[in-house]
């Protein structure tokens, strides 16, 4: 039986399986909380982008805040892709994983000034510029430098990507990017400074976006400043559409990436733009549905109103639920036959915020394994340690193999560097 999501994830009897491996066996292998992450899921999402890309000139920068483990950067450096960083720490990843710093582009409204510069050092191939006052600091920076740093603007379509508020970017009053109605002019002032080579134009509208008007709505924005911005001299080379394509985390019906990327190059060819480098930054769509979080039943507490199954793992290695009310789906990894009973299922985090999921009808004893599905996108990358909780291990499978990818934290790691005070 397939779950949403993804078919490399999927029971074989009563067994959940990723790939050729049971996740009960995983869990049982590494411990638990564990992450693990399907290859063959990441390289068949990214397929879909790269089927309607072909022939075109482009590159597909992973917006590496989604995952940042240097084995999954490593994944997709070995297929080709560039990065979207959005700090100095992400460009250390990306070297480390063997990525190429000529295919990063370097997003995020707060750039520093040592992050200008060691991107400019390390050869980054564009800085996406959210304000004015990025763009005079970063030509500032270029020239002490003896550089030139290449840039797009970030602008802001004011399109409604009909996505949480919290993950909506494009809107009038969200932090990012340069209003439509300014971009103009923050051009002229950018082709006029001596430390900044205009390269393009970008746009990010949000994420976990479901439908595929908004994302042509952004575009026909973005082509009418490009066209502003041409009929006063300045030459823009490639179109950086950005990311946030959704996931099926529950009953969402997103397009898949191939088709909408082909409805918005074939928007593209008919405003007659279709010879420009095309610039893709997806994130979540890449790895989302590719990885599962692994938990351990500790107890079930059974109560009047509610009943609560707690778990092994918690609000710091899972975050959506806690800071979106995010719905994720929960399912044992070895179904039994029993009748389910409803439960919330929490972590141990002194907070009650801390659930992963609310009302979910569960047949599970104490020992049992939980996989809590599409985790595989803003899990690991947005983990904490709250309560002193060292962070998930995980593990990385293809076929019947796993590779442990990062160790499990211990105690004496969450806590080196700290010091005692003297006397
Ligand atoms: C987060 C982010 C992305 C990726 O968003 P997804 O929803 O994960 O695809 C792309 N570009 C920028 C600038 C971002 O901040």
Known sequence: MSLPGSPHIAYRGRDLFIEDIALADLARRFGTPLYAYSRAAMLAALAGYQRALAG????????????????????????GCGFDIVSGGELERVLAAGGD??????????????EMARALQAGVACFNVESEGELELLSQVALQLGRTARISLRV????????????????????????????????RRAAALPGIEVAGIDCHIGSQITETG??????????????????????????????????TYTDEQPPDAEALVRAMLARIDARGHGQRKILLEPGRS?????????????????????SFCVVDAAMNDLMRPAMYEAWMGIVPCTQRDE????????????????????????????????AVLSAGAYGMSMASNYNTRGRAAEVLVSG????????????????????????
């Open 56 to 79: 075109r000139e482009h590159l597909i920068c992973y917006a590496m805040k989604a995952n940042s483990n240097l084995a999954v950067l490593q994944t997709f450096a070995r297929a």
């Open 101 to 114: 710093a000529a295919k990063v582009v370097f997003s995020g409204v707060g750039k520093t000034r040592a």
């Open 156 to 187: 802001n379509p004011d399109v409604d990507a009909k996505t949480h508020p919290y993950i909506s970017t494009g809107l009038k009053g969200n932090k990012f990017g340069v209003a439509h109605e300014t971009a103009l002019a923050v051009y």
């Open 214 to 247: 908004p994302y042509l709505d952004a575009l026909d924005r973005v082509l009418d400043l490009v066209e502003a911005v041409e009929s006063h001299g300045i030459a823009l080379q490639h179109l950086d559409l950005g990311g946030g394509l959704g996931i």
């Open 286 to 306: 890449l790895v989302g549905n590719a990885g599962v979080l692994l938990a351990e039943v500790l107890y079930l507490k059974p109560g009047g109103s509610k």
């Open 339 to 370: 009748p389910a009973q409803t439960f919330d299922v929490v972590g141990p985090v002194c907070e009650s915020g801390d659930w992963l999921g609310r009302e979910r009808h569960l047949a599970v004893r104490p020992g049992d394994t939980l």
């Open 400 to 423: 019947s193999e796993a590779w442990m990818i990062r160790e499990r934290e211990t105690a004496a790691e969450l806590f080196r560097g700290e010091r005692l005070l003297p006397g």
